[in-house]
T-cell receptor, first 117, second 117 residues
Framework: AQKITQTQPGMFVQEKEAVTLDCTYDTSDPSYGLFWYKQPSSGEMIFLIYQGSYDQQNATEGRYSLNFQKARKSANLVISASQLGDSAMYFCAMREGRASGTYKYIFGTGTRLKVLA | GAVVSQHPSRVICKSGTSVKIECRSLDFQATTMFWYRQFPKQSLMLMATSNEGSKATYEQGVEKDKFLINHASLTLSTLTVTSAHPEDSSFYIC?????????????FGQGTRLTVV
């Protein structure tokens, strides 16, 4: 079974609009972390936002916010006021294995976002 | 955020030769580093987890004799692709956890695009 599922291979959004990128996860580890990374065409992975499994509030970082719904095992990324520079591949990732100390990071298949002028 | 430097960013080598890729944490100590492989338009696949001073833990299906990992210090891990073949051509990317940040997130290097001709 997929541990991290991103069901949107590609998304379009108009500049200055908000967009939500979906991510669902599956784990039996009681302690885990959820991350979103941006990968532009140059290839580097840019950390955007983090949500811990025990965090009560949704994480926010500037224009990025994470809509964490633990019961539904979803961790959607919301980008507000989209900019042309936001066009990139976006990966949802989960860190699990804290109890065993293995700390594996597992990535979804990604969503390619294109911001339209 | 913490800085992870990966070198080289691009390498072209002849089939049958070996290539070494370095991953350095520049401003923090990293007991654990991760090596990923990414095929075009696909997600990051974890190859191995590298622990300082001990043997790397390889994921299922990854040939440990082909992809040699050494993590000799808290700031340096190397991946050597031995006897490279064209099918080894890929984007290789490393990441490291910053202990000072409680290991919450993993920071990524810039990636290495390997082309075997």
């Amino acid at each position: 079974a997929q541990k991290i599922t991103q069901t949107q291979p590609g998304m379009f959004v108009q500049e200055k609009e908000a967009v939500t990128l979906d991510c669902t996860y599956d784990t039996s580890d009681p302690s885990y972390g959820l991350f979103w990374y941006k990968q532009p065409s140059s290839g580097e992975m840019i950390f955007l936002i983090y949500q811990g499994s025990y965090d009560q509030q949704n994480a926010t970082e500037g224009r990025y916010s994470l809509n964490f719904q633990k019961a539904r095992k979803s961790a959607n990324l919301v980008i507000s006021a989209s900019q042309l520079g936001d066009s990139a591949m976006y990966f949802c990732a989960m860190r699990e294995g804290r109890a065993s100390g293995t700390y594996k990071y597992i990535f979804g298949t990604g969503t390619r976002l294109k911001v339209l002028a | 955020g913490a800085v992870v430097s990966q070198h080289p960013s691009r390498v072209i080598c002849k089939s049958g030769t070996s290539v070494k890729i370095e991953c350095r944490s520049l401003d923090f100590q990293a007991t654990t580093m991760f090596w990923y492989r990414q095929f075009p338009k696909q997600s990051l696949m974890l190859m191995a987890t590298s622990n300082e001073g001990s043997k790397a833990t390889y994921e299922q299906g990854v040939e440990k004799d082909k992809f040699l990992i050494n993590h000799a210090s808290l700031t340096l891990s190397t991946l050597t692709v031995t006897s490279a073949h064209p099918e080894d051509s890929s984007f290789y990317i490393c990441s490291a956890r910053d202990l000072g940040q409680g290991g919450t997130e993993a920071f990524f290097g810039q990636g290495t695009r390997l082309t075997v001709v």
